[in-house]
């Protein structure tokens, strides 16, 4: 009866040995498992868009991601940097000094980028420097340090119009830097130039004379313009005055003249006529003479000429009368 106990007992211990095993058995694996999927879930990487994931094996530089969901081998592989593709900005604020001694001071803004994504430069991106900030170091550097050789060589006066100037000889000195280092310079804004204070009420005070100065010969050459069309309107009026002047004077003559014609052709006739009608011709004269009395009685206002009445003297001025038309009339005709 002891024997049969002891049997029992014997088997009891090995299944339970068996169970214990399995069990432990089961579990291993498990853990296994679950360190297996872990290990795997750390090879997965997310590259975003606009990067690229430089990969390196124990250090080395290995490959490179691009955007997506990626896998590199755990434990193994490591992602080294990841290397922005898109446009990116810096604002910077320096100083530099002029020829003439000049401080100026500068606000600008730089935009610059990687220059592609193909493999070769984004090496050259992701080892030229130890840091983001060393490269960032560096290119602020290299952009004041153009800009201040610059400024150096001009006057006060010409940095405030030489922006442009500035941009173009900024690019041309960093473009092959950039280039080495991956990077291109896409554009330069100088947003703000200001000098001292003592010197920006100097450049406002020179302003403000030469505003002045440049009012005064407008005013100036307005008023010798005025002037000088004010004369040439006298000149051209008094020309014109002169000119009417002339022509009614002529024309006046030319009505004396064919006046005096036609009384010398009317007495002329009136003289035939009395000669052969067998009168005196003096009464023509005699008649003149009353005409000339009555018209000077009518418009003389209170002043006295006096004429030979006498028949001698009417023929006397009447001689003088026809000798000075006819003298008249000859010279026009020749």
Known sequence: MGQTISCTFTRSNKDRFSDYKLYTMDYTLIGLGTIAFLIFITGLVTVKQGTIAVITLFGKYRRILRPGLRFKIPLIESVYRRVSIQNQSLELEFQAVTIDQANVYFKSMLLYSVQNDAEDTVIKVAFKFISNKDFMQALV????????????????????????????????????????????????????????????????????????????????????ITKTKAAEADGNAIKISAQAEKEAAMLRGQGVALFRQEVARGMSEAAEHMKQANLDTNVILFSMWTEAIKNFAEYGKGNFIFLDGSPDGMNKTMNQMMAMLSTKVDSKNS
């Open 141 to 224: 550097r290299t952009v004041e340090g153009s800009i201040r050789s610059y400024v150096a060589t001009k006057k006060q006066a010409e940095v405030l119009t030489a922006r442009g100037e500035i941009v173009e000889f900024v690019k041309d000195q960093i473009d092959q830097s950039l280039e080495e280092w991956g990077y291109h310079l896409q554009d330069l804004q100088i947003n703000d130039i200001t000098f001292d204070q003592q010197v920006m009420d100097s450049m406002s005070r020179v302003v403000a004379s030469n505003n002045l100065k440049a009012a005064a010969e407008n005013e100036g050459q307005a008023l010798l």
